[in-house]
T-cell receptor, first 112, second 115 residues
Framework: LAKTTQPISMDSYEGQEVNITCSHN???????ITWYQQFPSQGPRFIIQ???TKVTNEVASLFIPADRKSSTLSLPRVSLSDTAVYYC?????????????FGTGTRLLVSP | ETGVTQSPTHLIKTRGQQVTLRCSSQ?????VSWYQQALGQGPQFIFQ???????GRGNFPPRFSGLQFPNYSSELNVNALELDDSALYLC??????????????FGPGTRLTVL
């Protein structure tokens, strides 16, 4: 299983861009990088998934360098409602979720 | 489209008792996974069901068991409850054949307290 390392917490202000980096040095060739968001007392919510280079959707962007040993989740112009825990998961796609491990995540606090 | 629902929302049990938690998957999803989330920790994978068969299990003892029904709803059963079983239990549904996707849809969870 690929081990991931993320900052425990980050602080930001409304309107700023937030970048959360995840380190995954032992990522395997068939592994994807997936990010989830979790609000207090709710289940996690899928944000974005990527394999290489850059992926963008209406919520976030995911940047993956060529060596794939790290990835950066970018949240443009955050608001108070983006305060949540963000999890980086690394593992193969569609082969069963036992290989996708949620760590302790990054606790993002957005202030006015 | 109905999302993933779980019942009950909260539950209090005493040590040694048994508990059944229920989950209704999102329409069209044929895979359900269950997770345990202790306070301040990330969700931990318990097991996964596909077409009513368990096809993946995390590091949990056999007293954690499950069922998936033909309508893709599911149950998580925990026997001989221990104090450390107090946690938020989450179920997540997905479509097995969703190509190269690790997207799961989580329910709101059941908060279990064991006294």
């Amino acid at each position: 299983l690929a081990k991931t390392t993320q900052p425990i917490s980050m602080d930001s202000y409304e309107g700023q861009e937030v970048n959360i980096t995840c380190s995954h040095n032992n990522i395997a060739t068939n592994d994807y990088i997936t990010w989830y968001q979790q609000f207090p007392s709710q289940g996690p919510r899928f944000i974005i998934q990527g394999y290489k280079t850059k992926v963008t959707n209406e919520v976030a962007s995911l940047f993956i360098p060529a060596d794939r040993k790290s990835s950066t989740l970018s949240l443009p112009r955050v608001s108070l409602s983006d305060t949540a825990v963000y999890y980086c998961l690394v593992g193969p796609a569609n082969t069963g979720f036992q290989k996708l491990v949620f760590g302790t995540g990054t606790r993002l606090l957005v202030s006015p | 489209e109905t999302g993933v629902t779980q019942s009950p929302t909260h539950l209090i049990k005493t040590r040694g008792q048994q508990v059944t938690l229920r989950c209704s998957s999102q329409s069209g999803h044929n895979t359900v996974s269950w997770y345990q989330q202790a306070l301040g920790q990330g969700p931990q994978f318990i097991f996964q069901y596909y077409r009513e068969e368990e096809n993946g299990r995390g590091n949990f003892p056999p007293r954690f068991s499950g069922l998936q029904f033909p309508n893709y709803s599911s149950e998580l059963n925990v026997n001989a409850l221990e104090l450390d079983d107090s946690a938020l239990y989450l179920c997540a549904s997905s479509h097995r054949l969703a190509a190269e996707s690790n997207e799961q849809f989580f329910g709101p969870g059941t908060r279990l307290t064991v006294l």
